[in-house]
């Protein structure tokens, strides 16, 4: 994976691509591994850094949703446990096998919960994490020590994935560079290129580090835009009607202390009437989340104050001591691209989880559905591209495709563990010069030699790359991220080949990002 590279490729290329695809998330780059290991010529396109929507901000679950289970729908949930399966089969150092724990505090939650979560056991069939069982009020405070212990009756436990949203991510770009697709972040799509029938035959992109533009031809361009798709559609068409209703879900990251013992809370029914997590990742406890419709989806979205306050609020009824504002080490909020009731007549539910829908002058747009369910969103939008472009017709091949840095015997703890088969070059860089061995923060170990490799192998651009997404610094440690700026700016900058100016831009641009991340200082 390099920049300039990908970006010599794309404007060397005087052919049409099969697929151009639109949006560095989760959904895009599903599409981009599906193209490009099915032998399609793919190029991917992101208009900031790979992930930087909503596909860094999850609650970094690989789940089947006992949200949807509760609502009755069957399918979906079995669709994604299944995917569920399949990434933990495919990508084992990313994914991990969670205990859950449902507290109960009211007579009938055992029995309740207990039924509902052998049903979700059972929906998984041979992709099953473990069993579900029903637990005895101490067996759940040796679960959870730090639980509210008043009024506790028992519990149940039962299994569902954990991952690192950003580094899978990362991971299936590398995935897709692997198998022949290219992939470019800072690279904004400004305009659709139609033939004289009105028909889309490619796209115009402004490389946003050189200010040039850029055209290219494709056989089918993809909208993966997720909550910003309709931006797209309307590139396409202005009166196009809107699809995405744009929601905003806010976490919480608070000390490791909070959540003692090795597992997950999950509390079914919130005052709202939401699911609401608090899950150990990565040495802190992260709590969420919350479902609040906003306007229009931006880069950076906003935590409301009574986002802040209902989480804070909630965690306390179960945790043995109420976290307060002073806890929180970080707060970062994404946006849920839920799609609304069918908006024209030629919009064709796949499932009621994602959407494909197919424009007048052929644009695909894909939108909906979650992160655990990305591989199988991506083969339905590559069939349906197949089918509206004749491509040939080339089966879909990463049911059991192994994504970049797959070990088959994963480390399960320490700071490199969630880079599979890449630790061991970041280690080889630290015997290489081991003052990149050393941690950037006292809080977080995170070292100088993941920034070096980030810049060299995983298209790093800017020190909100390597720290909010490559690493997760500003994710766990809003403050400790901003202290290690200036140290991340000087490795970026002798990595990437940039003065001090730069330097400074980037410390003070990263500085008004991290501001959105921190309660005490939102703007
Ligand atoms: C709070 C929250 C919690 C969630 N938790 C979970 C979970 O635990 N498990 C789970 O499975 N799912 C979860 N999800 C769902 C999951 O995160 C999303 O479904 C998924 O990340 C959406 O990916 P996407 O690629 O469609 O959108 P995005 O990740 O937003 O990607 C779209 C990309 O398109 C880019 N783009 C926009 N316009 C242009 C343009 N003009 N040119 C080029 N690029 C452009 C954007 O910059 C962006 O990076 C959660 C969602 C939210 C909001």
């Keep these: 994976m390099n920049r300039a590279t990908g970006l010599e490729t794309i404007t060397a290329c005087r052919e049409a691509w099969d697929l151009a695809v639109i949006g560095g998330g989760a959904t895009g780059a599903g599409i981009a591994v599906d193209a490009a290991s099915r032998g399609f010529r793919v190029v991917l396109l992101e208009q900031n850094d790979f992930g930087k929507g909503t596909s860094s901000r999850s609650t970094k679950l690989v789940h089947g949703g006992v949200r949807y289970l509760q609502q009755g729908n069957i399918p979906l949930v079995m669709e994604a446990l299944k995917e569920r399966g399949l990434l933990l089969q495919n990508a084992p150092h990313l994914v991990r096998n969670l205990e859950f724990v449902v507290p109960n505090y009211l007579w009938w939650e055992a029995p309740f919960y207990g039924v509902g979560l052998k049903m979700y056991d059972l929906l998984a069939g041979q992709h099953g994490f473990g069993p579900s069982r029903i637990l005895s009020r101490d067996e759940v405070l040796r679960h959870i020590p730090t639980l509210e212990p008043e009024g506790l009756r028992g519990g149940v436990v039962y299994h569902d994935g954990q991952f690192d949203d950003s580094r899978l991510l990362i991971n299936l770009l590398q995935t897709a560079v692997e198998h022949g697709g290219v992939v470019l972040n800072y690279a904004r799509v400004t305009a659709l290129v139609k033939d004289a029938g009105g028909q889309v035959t490619g796209l115009a992109f402004r490389d946003e580090e050189s200010g040039c533009e850029h055209t290219l031809g494709a056989r089918c361009v993809i909208n993966a835009t997720g909550p910003f798709c309709d931006q797209l559609r309307r590139l396409d068409d202005p009166g196009t009607v809107p699809m995405i209703a744009p929601s905003q879900g806010v976490h919480l990251v608070l000390p490791r202390e909070f959540l003692a013992g090795n597992a997950a809370i999950m509390v079914p029914h919130t005052r709202d009437g939401r699911v609401l997590f608090a899950v150990p990742w990565h040495g802190h406890v992260l709590v969420g989340t919350t479902d609040t419709p906003i306007a229009e989806a931006s880069l950076e979205p906003r935590a409301e104050e009574r986002e802040v306050e209902f989480i804070l609020e909630t965690a306390g009824r179960y945790m043995a001591r109420c976290p307060t504002r002073a806890d929180i080490r970080s707060v970062f909020t994404g946006i849920r691209p839920l799609v609304k009731a069918k908006s024209d007549a030629n919009t064709a539910a796949l499932s009621r989880d994602h959407t494909i829908q197919i424009s007048r002058s052929g644009l695909l747009t894909?939108?909906?559905?979650?992160?655990?369910?990305?591989?199988?969103?991506?083969?339905?939008?590559?069939?349906?591209?197949?089918?509206?472009?004749?491509?040939?017709?080339?089966?879909?091949?990463?049911?059991?495709l192994r994504v970049h840095g797959f070990l088959a015997k994963p480390e399960v703890s320490g700071p490199l563990a969630n880079y599979g088969s890449d630790a061991e070059g970041i280690t080889g860089l630290m015997r290489e010069q081991p003052r990149l061995a050393t941690p950037l923060h006292e809080a977080l170990p995170i070292s100088g030699a993941q920034i070096v490799w980030a810049a060299r192998h995983e298209m790093a651009r800017t020190l909100d790359d390597v720290l909010a997404r490559r690493t997760r610094a500003l994710f766990l440690n809003a403050r400790a991220a901003l202290a290690m700026a200036p140290g991340a700016a000087r490795l970026l900058a002798d990595t990437l080949g940039r003065d001090e100016n730069w330097q400074r831009r980037q410390l003070a641009e990263f500085d008004e990002i991290a501001t959105r991340y921190l309660p005490g200082r939102q703007p």
């Design 366 to 400: 894909i939108a909906g559905g979650k992160w655990t369910t990305y591989r199988k969103m991506a083969e339905d939008a590559v069939n349906r591209a197949a089918e509206l472009t004749s491509l040939p017709k080339r089966s879909c091949v990463t049911k059991d």
